[in-house]
C-alpha cells in the first residue's frame, strides 16, 4: 500500500499498486521494432443509432466530416425510456463536446448497459451482405462476418504473433449522485473474437467455418429470428454440441466494486489474458474488494493459459463527483503463438488518473486475448452487470485513442547481436530506435521497486556499468582505456552500445549516451565529481558543485575565476546534452542515471523532461528545482526518479536531513553503521563540514562510486520506499514567484539585461512546466530563455525572451484549425490564443477565491481577468501585427472590459520579431507587456496602490502560458495548437482560481 496526498484536498487515501506481473515461464525475446507511424483517430464523432432504441439517444450531432469517426450506442438490458445517451456541444469554448451516459430505473436483476464504441457496423454493411439490419439475427451476422475487423478505434496485425500499442485519453465526469454502491463498469477495452471458429470438446476439433456455414449454425433453432448460437455453445443444426468462439470478460477494465462483501467499495483497474486460440465461455471473475485475491486474482478455468490480475484500485473516496477528471491508457497488447496455447511476450499497462494525482501505474504482465491480431477496441459508458437498480450518470470529454503495429524483424531464430564487443555507434548509421511509450522502462522500475534480488541485480547492473564508464572514460582523474574496453564489452553482452555523442572536455561537464538497439531504450549518463582539484577537471566540478549547493560567486575558490560562468552551468549544460541525446537517438525511450554530482543532474532533467531516472547517493535537489525553475518536488510523480544509495552515505545523509530529495528511495543498510559514520553524523540533522575527519573517512568507505558497484550491488537488494517531506509539501502548495519594486522599463519589445536587472527571473515556463498539448522536449523548439517581473508606483510589468523555431503566419501560412474557420478574426468569434502567444491569468483577490470558489476559472472583471498577447494579431491592429486580445471568459461583458483596458492602455504589450531563419538557434520573439494597477482590484472598486498599503502583505493568483503553433501536422486536431505550457495546475486546473500560481509584491 502506498499513501498519497490528494492534491485538491485534506483527504487521505490508499492506493495499491502491482508492477510485478512476472512469469514463471521463461518468455521468448521480443524481436520488434516499432513502426514508427501512429495512426490516431479523431476525437470529432458524429453518432450512429442502430441497435438503440430512439428514445435512448437525445439531443446527437452529426457534423458529416467524412474525416470523423463514427461512435455507435449499444444498448442491452432492461432500460427504461428515461436512461438517455447525450451529445453535448460546447461551442466558442477549447473543450471538445461531451457525451453523457444516464442509465436510470433499470429492471432488478437485470444488467444494464448503454455505452460508445468506435467498432460496430452500419445498416448499409448488413444490407451489403444480404441481412435485415431490424432482425435479431443482424448482430449474430455482424459479428459472424467480422465486420469489427474495420473498426476505427483498434488495431489489426497479421497474427497474433505481433503485439499492438494503444493510447486512450479522455476525461471523465461521474455525477454529484454517482452512487458508492453501484457495480459499474465505466470504460473497458473489449477483445474482438474470430466468433466462425468452432471447436468440438469432445475430440478436440477446431475448424473455421465459412460465413455461410456459420450463419446456418447460428440460425438453425426454432423460434424467435432462430438464434442457436447462445453463451458460447450450438444448441441445434449440424454443429449441435460444438461451441464456438466469443468474447467473454474484458482484457483491461476500469470500474466500481460498489457493493460487496469482502470490504468497503473500491475503484479499480483489471488486467485479464488468454493465450488459447479458443476462448469458451470465461469463468473467471473475482472481487477486486477481496484483498486475498487481490493482484494475483483467481484460479481460472483455463489453467495457466488464463491469467487476472488486479493492476490498481484505490477507495470510493479517490474519484471526485462532479469533477472532471483526466485519463490516459498506454498499453502494449502481449503477443500470443499463432497456434495457440502459448505467451510469447508480457504486455504493458500504463494507468494515469488525474495526472498522476489519484494513480500512476506502471504495470508489466500477460495482457490480452488471443484473437488472431485484432487487438482489443475500447468502449466508453456505463455497463452494470450486477442487476442493481442504482442510476449511474457519467460523462466523457476530449476522447482520442491511437494505436499502431509492431513490425517483426526477421532474426532466423538467433537472437540479434547488437554490437561487437567495444563497438561504438556512429550518430549517422544509428538504426530507428523505439518511439513507442515509456512502457518501454517499465519493466525496469518493476525489478528495481518489488523484483528479488536478481532481477534487481539485472536491472540495475548495467546502469552501474554505464556509471561507471562516465569516470573511466572521460577526460579526468579516473580515465583508464583498459576497464572502459571492459566495460563496454560487458554492455555489448547485454545489447548496449556506447554512442559517439558525448560530452567530454578537459573541463565542465561529462556526459556519455548509450542505446539498446533492441528495444529502442537510451539512455544518458552524467560523471560525479572528479575530487582531484589539482587539475583542471576536477576545479571545474568543485566549482560547479558550489554553485549548484547554492554558493555565491564571491565564495567560490579563488581558481573558478578562469572558469567562464556559463562552462560551469552544468545544469544548462545538462539540459542542452539531453535535448541532443534525444535527436541523436531518434527520439529514443530515454532514462537518466549518475553517481552524485552526476546523479543530481539526471534528476533534475529526469524532473524537468518529466521521464525516469535512476540515480547513486543524490546532493539535494528540492531546492535547485524550486529556485531555479519553480518545480514543486512534492507534486512530481514518486516512481518517475529512484534514488539508491547507502544509509550511511554522508551525502545522502545531509540531503534527506535538508528534505532535499524527491521520487522513491532505495536504501541498502548496515547492523552496525561504521564508526566514523557514526561520528559524523553524531547529534547532527545535517552532516558536518567535510573537512571533519571522521565524515571524510566516512565519505570514503560509503560514498565513493567503488563502493556502490563492488560492494552494495553484489549485495542483498535495498528496501524501498517513497519519499515524503510533510512540511514541504505544505509549505510550498503552488509556484511562487517575488515581485519587486523597480525602475520604470521603456516598453518598445527590447527585452534588455540592463533595464529588467532590478526584476525578478522568471524561468522555464517550457519546456518545464505544464503541458496541455504536446510536450515540449526540445529546448530549440520552445522555450522560455529569458523571463522578469517587477513593478513601479503604477503598474506591473512582465517580460519574455522565446525561442521559437517555427513563427505561425511568417515562416508558415496562416492556416485555420478545423475547430474554427474564423480563429483568426479579432473580434469574439475568432480565437484569440490561436498562434504564438503568451497568455496570463490574474487574480487580485486571492484569498477569497480560494475560499468561495476554487474551482471557478476568472468572473472576467476588474479582480479576475485573463488577456493574451499574440505575435501575428491585435485588436487594435488586426491580423499581422502583434499585441493584446480579450482572453476568456469571452462573455459580452468581459469582452468590453478587456477591450476598453486595451483601448485605454490600461494594459499595453509589445511584441517584437527577431529576423533570424527559421530553426534557428535564436528564432523567436520578445514581449514586453505593462499592467496597470486599474486592472488588479484588491477590493471592490479598489485598484492597488503600492504607496498605501503594505506591499509586502500583497499576493496575486497568477498562471503564465506559453502558446505555439506550427504546422498542422504538429498540432491539435481541433485546436491547432503544437505546444501550450502553463507555470501551474494541470489539464484540468490550469485556469482555476484555486490552482495560481502565487505572485507576492516585495519593497
Given amino acids: 500500500m502506498v499513501l498519497t496526498r490528494c492534491s485538491r484536498c485534506t483527504m487521505h487515501f490508499l492506493v495499491a499498486l502491482n508492477l510485478c506481473g512476472v512469469l514463471a515461464t521463461p518468455l521468448r525475446e521480443e524481436v520488434h521494432t516499432v513502426d514508427p507511424e501512429w495512426r490516431t483517430v479523431s476525437p470529432r464523432w458524429k453518432v450512429n443509432s442502430q441497435y ?59 444488467k ?103 450463419y446456418d449454425a447460428c440460425t438453425a433453432a426454432p423460434g424467435r429470428d432462430n438464434i442457436s448460437c447462445i453463451e458460447g455453445n450450438i444448441t441445434a443444426g449440424p454443429y449441435a454440441g460444438w ?56 484460479t481460472c478455468p483455463g489453467g495457466s493459459h488464463e491469467h ?202 561529462h556526459a556519455l549516451l548509450f542505446l539498446h538497439n533492441a528495444t529502442g531504450r537510451g539512455v544518458v549518463a552524467f560523471r560525479g565529481t572528479d575530487l582531484d582539484v589539482s587539475r583542471k577537471s576536477g576545479q571545474a566540478d568543485a566549482c560547479a558543485d558550489a554553485l549548484l549547493a547554492g554558493a555565491e560567486v564571491e565564495q567560490l575558490p579563488a581558481f573558478c575565476s578562469k572558469f567562464a560562468a556559463s562552462m560551469l552551468d552544468y545544469v544548462a549544460d545538462a539540459m542542452a546534452f539531453a535535448d541532443k541525446a534525444s535527436t541523436a537517438c531518434n527520439k529514443c525511450d530515454l532514462l537518466f542515471t549518475g553517481h552524485s554530482l552526476g546523479a543530481q543532474l539526471a534528476v533534475v532533467v529526469g524532473a524537468l523532461r518529466k521521464t525516469q531516472s535512476v540515480v547513486v547517493s543524490s546532493p539535494p535537489v528540492a531546492d535547485l528545482l524550486w529556485a531555479r525553475f ?48 557514526a561520528a559524523c553524523f553524531a547529534g547532527r540533522v545535517v552532516v558536518a563540514p567535510s573537512t571533519h575527519p571522521a565524515c571524510m573517512e566516512c565519505f570514503e568507505h560509503t560514498h565513493v562510486f567503488g563502493n556502490y558497484l563492488h560492494t552494495s550491488l553484489p549485495g542483498a537488494r535495498p528496501a524501498c520506499k517513497r519519499v515524503q517531506y510533510t512540511t514541504r509539501s505544505v509549505s510550498i ?51 522560455v530563455t529569458r523571463g522578469w517581473v517587477k513593478y ?26 478545423a ?17 504564438d502567444e503568451i497568455e496570463l491569468i490574474m487574480d487580485a483577490q486571492p484569498a477569497i477565491s480560494r475560499a468561495t470558489s476554487p474551482d471557478a476559472s476568472a468572473i472576467g472583471n476588474a479582480s479576475q481577468w485573463q488577456i493574451v498577447v499574440n505575435t501575428i494579431k491585435s485588436t487594435y491592429g488586426g491580423f499581422g501585427r502583434g499585441g493584446l486580445l480579450p482572453g476568456e471568459p469571452n462573455t459580452t461583458s468581459a469582452y468590453a472590459l478587456y477591450d476598453r483596458w486595451i483601448a485605454d492602455e490600461v494594459m499595453k504589450a509589445v511584441v517584437l520579431r527577431r529576423n533570424t531563419s527559421t530553426g534557428s538557434a535564436n528564432h523567436g520573439y520578445s514581449i514586453e507587456w505593462r499592467i496597470g494597477f486599474d486592472a488588479l482590484h484588491t477590493a471592490k472598486d479598489t485598484p492597488f496602490n503600492p504607496n498605501t498599503r503594505a506591499v509586502k502583505d500583497t499576493l496575486f493568483g497568477l498562471n503564465i502560458a506559453i502558446g505555439d503553433v506550427d504546422i498542422p501536422a504538429v498540432g491539435d486536431a481541433r485546436f491547432g495548437i503544437h505546444h501550450e505550457n502553463w507555470i501551474a495546475g494541470d489539464k484540468r486546473s490550469r485556469t482555476t482560481m484555486g490552482q495560481l500560481a502565487q505572485l507576492w509584491l516585495a519593497d
Wanted: contains cysteine; glycine residues 8%.
Fill in 308 to 509: 487476472v490480475a488486479g493492476i490498481w484500485r484505490g477507495n470510493d473516496t479517490v474519484m471526485p463527483r462532479a469533477q472532471w477528471v483526466s485519463f490516459k491508457w498506454t498499453i502494449r497488447w502481449s503477443a500470443y503463438a499463432q497456434e495457440g496455447g502459448a505467451l510469447l511476450s508480457n504486455g504493458s499497462v500504463g494507468v494515469v488518473i488525474d495526472g498522476g494525482r489519484i494513480a500512476n501505474v506502471s504495470w508489466v504482465g500477460p495482457i490480452g486475448r488471443h484473437d488472431d491480431g485484432r487487438a482489443p477496441y475500447f468502449k466508453l459508458g456505463v455497463y452494470d452487470p450486477s442487476g442493481s437498480t442504482a442510476p449511474t450518470t457519467v460523462r466523457f470529454r476530449n476522447f482520442a485513442q491511437s494505436f499502431r503495429v509492431l513490425t517483426p524483424q526477421a532474426t532466423n531464430g538467433t537472437r540479434r547481436n547488437t554490437a561487437p564487443a567495444g563497438a561504438i555507434s556512429s550518430i549517422s548509421t544509428l538504426p530507428t530506435a523505439n518511439t513507442a511509450l515509456r512502457a518501454s522502462w517499465m519493466a525496469t522500475v518493476s525489478q528495481l521497486l518489488h523484483g528479488d534480488t536478481p532481477s534487481f541485480h539485472a536491472a540495475l547492473t548495467p546502469l552501474m556499468w554505464m556509471v561507471t564508464l562516465t569516470y573511466v572514460d572521460t577526460r579526468g582523474s579516473y580515465n583508464n582505456a583498459s576497464t572502459a574496453s571492459q566495460y563496454t564489452a560487458m554492455l555489448a553482452n547485454r545489447g548496449w552500445t556506447p554512442m559517439a555523442l558525448r560530452e567530454d572536455p578537459d573541463a565542465g561537464l
Fill in 733 to 783: 502548495p503552488q509556484p511562487t514567484l517575488v515581485a519587486r519594486r523597480g525602475r520604470t522599463p521603456t516598453l518598445d519589445g527590447h527585452v534588455d539585461t540592463e533595464e529588467w536587472k532590478d526584476a525578478t527571473a522568471i524561468r522555464h515556463v517550457a519546456p518545464a512546466a505544464m503541458a496541455e498539448f504536446s510536450p515540449v522536449t526540445n529546448s530549440s523548439d520552445l522555450a
Fill in 792 to 817: 513601479d508606483n503604477h503598474a506591473l510589468y512582465f517580460a519574455f525572451d522565446i525561442v521559437d523555431d517555427v513563427a505561425y503566419g511568417i515562416d508558415t501560412p496562416a492556416w485555420i484549425p
Fill in 630 to 677: 519553480n518545480v514543486n518536488v512534492s507534486q512530481l510523480v514518486p516512481n518517475r526518479t529512484i534514488i539508491l544509495a547507502n544509509a550511511d552515505d554522508p551525502v545522502y545523509f545531509e540531503a534527506h536531513g535538508r528534505e532535499g530529495l524527491l521520487g522513491t528511495q532505495c536504501l541498502w543498510t548496515r547492523a552496525t553503521p561504521l564508526a566514523s559514520c
Fill in 819 to 835: 475547430g474554427n474557420p474564423r480563429a483568426n478574426m479579432v473580434n469574439r468569434s475568432g480565437w484569440s490564443w490561436f498562434g
Fill in 52 to 110: 438503440v432504441n430512439t428514445s435512448i439517444v437525445n439531443a446527437l450531432v452529426s457534423f458529416g466530416d467524412k474525416n470523423e469517426q463514427t461512435v455507435a450506442p449499444i444498448q442491452t438490458g432492461k432500460l427504461a425510456n428515461n436512461s438517455k445517451m447525450k451529445w453535448l456541444p460546447r461551442d466558442n469554448s477549447k473543450y471538445a463536446s461531451e457525451m453523457e451516459f444516464s442509465v436510470t430505473d433499470v429492471s432488478a436483476g437485470q
Fill in 112 to 214: 444494464a448497459r448503454l455505452e460508445g464504441t468506435t467498432c460496430f457496423a452500419t445498416a448499409d454493411d448488413l444490407r451489403a451482405h444480404g441481412v435485415d439490419p431490424t432482425s435479431e439475427v443482424a448482430r449474430m451476422y455482424e459479428t459472424l462476418a467480422q465486420i469489427p475487423e474495420n473498426c476505427s478505434g483498434a488495431a489489426k496485425a497479421p497474427s497474433a504473433e505481433i503485439p499492438t500499442e494503444a493510447i486512450i485519453e479522455y476525461d471523465l465526469w461521474l455525477a454529484p449522485d454517482f452512487p458508492s454502491n453501484a457495480q459499474a463498469i465505466i470504460g473497458q477495452f473489449h477483445g474482438r473474437p474470430d466468433s466462425r471458429i468452432v471447436f468440438h470438446p469432445l475430440t478436440n476439433e477446431t475448424r473455421r467455418l465459412s460465413l455461410r456455414e456459420a
Fill in 243 to 298: 461451441q464456438y468462439k466469443q468474447g467473454g470478460y474484458p482484457p483491461l477494465s476500469f470500474g466500481l466494486a460498489g457493493s460487496s462483501r469482502h470490504g468497503p467499495p473500491v475503484w479499480y483497474v483489471v488486467g485479464r489474458s488468454d493465450d488459447r486460440m479458443f476462448i469458451p465461455r470465461a469463468n473467471c471473475g473475482f472481487d477486486p474488494a477481496n484483498s486475498n485475491t487481490w493482484i494475483n486474482g483467481t
